[in-house]
């Protein structure tokens, strides 16, 4: 099987090609299903059976219906996938396969890469169902611009630097590795390897203005200034403490929480440029009389505030309804009671696991909307499976913020964390691209804030005479313009163009009056390029079987949480087998295996068992190595060395073994911190060891 990725400029287009074939006497119906990226779009797929290639097509989504209902009409196999209303992303199509027939899928998707915390991140789903004789992973990285770093988080894989624009990853594991790294990730071996391959990089860029790609009568510009100092910042935290919120929720909540509020605590450089926060609890008259002395309207963050916050934290307690426009509205009474346009710039942060039990969506998000008078940005965070997404969505894009799922599981603590960092600092507000003349369809321009380590675009379709233009902001010193550089793109801009277009029109659409408008000018781009979309359907005609499927929602069947599934038996060598990528190739003949729990191929997702301390994750260079004694060192987390070297710095000052830092879990309490681990050091075989005892 192969993933073949194509990144170009940040747009990445990716093909899954996957081939089975039918060893049975009898005819077998195998289902292709895979998840593809959230904010990606299915553009193409392709069926070759005995010979023959079927093309699917893409039509406006009631128009898709009508055709697929004549062609069951007619006796002619027929699918159609629509995208539903959930924003679902699992592509699913079965067809029969004749005895001894063989079969591929090709699967394309494409989507702009977002660059959050200083890089860009492309995710591969791999889930072939066993270990199989041919798996290759190729991602091809070439850019206007230099690029920074390339890396693969914790995998040992082939990097190519092929010159400062052009790099190729590749990932091409035996049936030895693939057994070896499903062992290590928790999983049975002859289930194959399950997770997700994942390629980060950052390019160099002009620290100020930012970068104006030119192709072919197409612009896109990038913005991601490095040398501005971030705003102030005044940080409110709306949380959802209802009842639903009780037993590992709250817990969860809490330890992120005393983690944000330690990040708050460290960037105290003095009294003006401390960020202040407030904690918003609802329903509150459930918590207002355990903290009301505590917790002023707003304070800064210093370290005796943050201790007293951390206190208020520890009070909190689940119980009562979820009310979120009161809870919404005691925000933006201290954001109006506090605001200064030269002072800190507000943040309310507000998480929910359910939906209103006062008020409708409708009127919450008119009520709050309106009586967010300074356009404050919410950025609104649903908690498992029971919030009303669409509804946080809406409220958040009506907000100048944006809406994110946290997953109800176990290092949900960990995804809030990740998502406070994303937003802890703000750099300019009010950023404003003034594309006028010599352009047209030039896709959103205005922006309310930017964060450090994130990026905006925009792009458009140039005249004649065509110029870059200034961008006007607010930053931390008030208002600033800047000027970009131009260069000419390495490669075609149009689809990127097509792609950023579709993806605003739809956030639009959520939030407008008149929909019609925008649906027609999304659904024109979206047929044009092939898009599958909110609006738009993938016809597949398919030989000798009839059936209408969908896009579904991936979390609603979670690939990632023990789904289980059914496969179609190996081909042997003749490389076709049953591959499955973040979803599942399934048969109806006998026999199947059940595939274990799908997990991020990364350091942080390996279990305790075979984890290196937690704190090593802090130390790790930017290719992944520890540094001691000047030099630096793999950890090896995806090797199995076994016993080396005796050696006698153990924690116990017994004759020990040198060791690899996972294969010896019964240190890593010992191992504090790195100048810790440096007493028990020892090489083993060029990686970072550990000196492991041999007494129990």
Not at 137 to 144: A, G, L, M, R
Request: glycine share 6%; aromatic share 10%; proline share 5%.
């Amino acid at each position: 099987m192969l993933l073949h990725t194509n990144v170009s400029n940040r747009y990445a287009k990716t093909l899954i090609t996957s081939k089975v074939k039918n060893l049975n006497t009898k005819a077998q119906e195998t289902t292709f299903s895979i998840v593809t990226p959230e904010k990606a779009f299915i553009s193409g797929f392709t069926m070759e059976i005995d010979g023959k290639t079927y093309e699917a097509y893409v039509k406006e989504k009631e128009e898709a219906k009508k055709t697929y209902d004549e062609a069951v009409a007619s006796g002619i196999g027929a699918a159609h996938v629509a995208v539903s209303a959930r924003d679902s992303n699992r592509f699913t199509v079965s067809v029969n396969i004749e005895p001894q027939s063989k079969a591929t899928f090709y699967l394309r998707y494409e989507e702009l890469l977002v660059r959050k915390t200083g890089k860009y991140e492309l995710v591969l789903n791999i889930n072939p169902g066993q270990p199989v004789k041919n798996l290759v992973v190729e991602v091809n990285i070439i850019e206007s611009r230099p690029l920074k770093f390339v890396k693969v988080p914790s995998l040992r894989t082939d990097i190519l630097i092929v010159n400062d624009t052009t790099a190729i990853v590749t990932f091409k594991p035996d049936v030895v590795r693939q057994k070896l790294l499903t062992s290590i990730l928790g999983g049975k071996e002859d289930d194959g390897l399950s997770g997700q391959f994942i390629v980060q990089y950052d390019v160099a860029r002009d620290p100020l203005g930012g970068e104006v790609l030119v192709d072919g009568g197409y612009f896109v510009h990038f913005f991601a200034p490095e040398d501005l100092p971030s705003l102030n910042k005044q940080i409110l935290f709306v949380l959802d403490t209802s009842g639903s919120m009780g037993g590992r929720k709250i817990q969860q909540l809490k330890e992120a929480m005393n983690s944000i509020l330690d990040e708050l605590k460290h960037v105290n450089v003095s009294y003006r440029e401390t960020p202040s926060w407030r904690l918003v609890a609802f329903p509150e008259e459930e918590q207002s009389s355990q903290y009301p002395k505590i917790l002023p309207d707003s304070f800064p963050a210093s370290a005796e505030n943050i201790k007293k916050a951390k206190e208020v934290v520890e009070m909190l307690r689940s119980g009562g309804g979820t009310d979120i426009q009161k809870g919404l509205e005691v925000a933006l009474k201290v954001v109006n009671k506090y605001f200064d346009p030269k002072g800190n710039q507000p943040i309310i942060v507000f998480l929910t696991d359910g939906q209103p039990t006062e008020g409708t969506p409708e009127s919450i998000t008119s009520t709050i909307t309106d009586h967010n008078k300074y356009k404050v940005p919410i950025f609104a965070l649903s908690f498992g499976s029971g919030a009303d997404k669409a509804f946080l969505q809406k409220i958040s894009l009506k907000n100048d913020g944006f809406a994110r799922h946290i997953y109800e599981a176990a290092d949900a603590s960990l995804q809030l964390r990740n998502f406070y960092q994303e937003i802890s600092s703000p750099l300019l507000t009010n950023v404003t691209f003034k594309y006028v003349n010599k352009v047209k369809n030039v896709t959103r321009t205005y922006f309310p804030i930017l964060f450090n380590g994130t990026e905006l675009c925009a792009a458009g379709i140039t005249d004649v005479g065509f110029q870059p233009t200034l961008i006007e902001a607010l930053g931390r010193r008030g208002p600033i313009t800047l000027e970009p550089k131009v260069y000419q793109s390495t490669g075609s801009l149009e689809r990127l163009w097509a792609y950023l277009t579709v993806k605003q029109l739809l956030e639009a659409r959520q939030v407008a009056k008149d929909k019609e408008s925008i649906t027609e000018k999304a659904l024109a781009i979206a047929v044009k390029y092939s898009f599958v979309t909110d609006i738009t359907s993938l016809i597949v005609v398919k030989p000798n079987a009839t059936s209408a499927l969908d896009l579904e929602d991936a979390s609603e069947h979670p690939t990632f949480m023990n789904l289980n599934r059914s496969f179609l038996t190996s081909a042997g060598s003749s490389g076709y087998g049953p591959y499955r990528f973040g979803g599942y190739t399934r048969s109806r003949l006998t026999g199947f295996r059940r595939i274990s729990k799908v997990t991020r191929i990364s350091a942080a997702a390996l279990p305790p068992t075979t984890q290196a301390p937690s704190w090593i994750q802090k130390v790790l260079n930017n290719n992944e190595t520890i540094s001691v004694n000047a030099r630096n060192y793999t950890l090896g987390l995806n090797e199995q060395f076994g016993e080396g070297n005796e050696c006698s710095n153990s924690v116990d000052n017994s004759t020990g073994h040198c060791t690899l830092i996972h294969e010896c879990p019964k240190v890593h309490n010992y191992l504090t911190d790195l100048e810790t681990y440096k007493k028990y050091f020892c090489e083993q075989k060029s990686y970072a060891g550990v000196c492991c005892p041999s007494t129990p």
